[in-house]
């Protein structure tokens, strides 16, 4: 949704004051949208802790502090339900990827059926990206699942999976690796990551492998732990799996389990906990990501399941 779009919803709703949450990687443009807010009368309260996606809405702070909605901007709706209006602003981030693909072609040259995918940051590079590919014989694919075509979330990589028996390859389009490695993880086919950023294309391949060896042998622990801790956290939009539920079963296999719950989870909370292996029933990707930083070892709930940990 546009701004302009959000200011008339804002006063239809007569708001006064709007609690605003920027990703990281835009805080710098913390001021951009308060200032319009301002423009038009309504009283902006930026958020300086971390937004991870449209997962993380900070509806308590919002409702302590008085304010009548809130702004998330650069994400779309995830479909968590809030007591306030929510309002999603896209923010989409400028650069030309075609230099990048000009630069690192031979990267993709031996592949003929392309999936494209994409975050919404960088949704309109969409259509630049095909035209390019296709005007150098590559044939593309690409899937809408989410707002836009080709968008993916963190954890919701379906516009990739739905056409990958028609690709050879994907192709993310984004800065860093978080969105293509998201993909990477759940599919055989190779993933190339688009960084505009540093203007190459990576194979993921490589951290893949290392992700799944790490995960593989996290869960060998898991199962010979004694005393394992469970990871949950407050947030609407990351509370996930059944964890008492897991607790009572992996009890009355032997194991002792402990609930640690917190609002955001970092490693530096972890690090000191007495227990032998953890488990995530937070956002997925906090246990596939950075997986060798913990000195603890960590998965994600869906491995016990997945692996029918509970089998005696």
Request: net charge positive.
């Amino acid at each position: 949704m546009k701004i302009e779009k959000v200011i008339e919803e804002l006063k239809k709703i007569k708001a006064k004051r709007v609690f605003i949450q920027y990703p990281e990687g835009i805080k710098r443009n913390i001021l951009k949208y308060a200032k319009i807010l301002q423009e038009n009368s309504i009283e902006p309260v930026m958020c300086l802790e971390s937004t991870y996606g449209a997962c993380d809405v900070r509806e308590y702070e919002a409702k302590l502090l008085k304010c009548d909605a809130l702004l998330h901007v650069g994400h779309e709706d995830f479909g968590v339900k809030t007591e306030i209006p929510i309002f999603y602003v896209d923010w989409f981030i400028e650069a030309n990827p075609l230099i990048c693909l000009e630069k690192n072609f031979d990267k993709i040259k031996k592949y003929q059926n392309i999936g494209l995918v994409t975050s919404v940051q960088f949704i309109h590079m969409m259509k630049p990206v095909r035209e390019w590919l296709e005007n150098h014989n590559k044939k593309t694919f690409s899937y809408t699942h989410q707002q836009y075509e080709g968008q993916m979330l963190g954890c919701r990589v379906q516009a990739g999976k739905k056409i990958e028996d028609n690709v050879d390859c994907f192709l993310c389009i984004g800065a860093g690796k978080f969105y293509g490695l998201g993909l990477a993880l759940e599919t055989n086919k190779p993933m190339l990551n688009l960084d505009i950023e540093m203007n190459k294309i990576h194979d993921m391949k490589d951290i893949v492998n290392k992700i799944n060896k790490i995960t593989a042998w996290n869960l060998e622990v898991v199962k010979d732990s004694k005393t394992i801790g469970f990871l949950i956290t407050w947030k609407k939009g990351q509370m996930f799996g059944s964890p008492f539920i897991i607790k009572k079963k992996l009890e009355d296999m032997g194991k002792n389990v402990y609930v640690f719950a917190m609002d955001e989870m970092t490693i530096q909370k972890l690090d000191f906990l007495k227990v032998d292996a953890l488990v995530s029933f937070g956002c997925p990707r906090i246990s596939t990501d950075d997986l060798e930083k913990y000195k603890i070892p960590i998965i994600n709930f869906t491995e016990l399941i997945k692996n029918n940990i509970f089998k005696k």
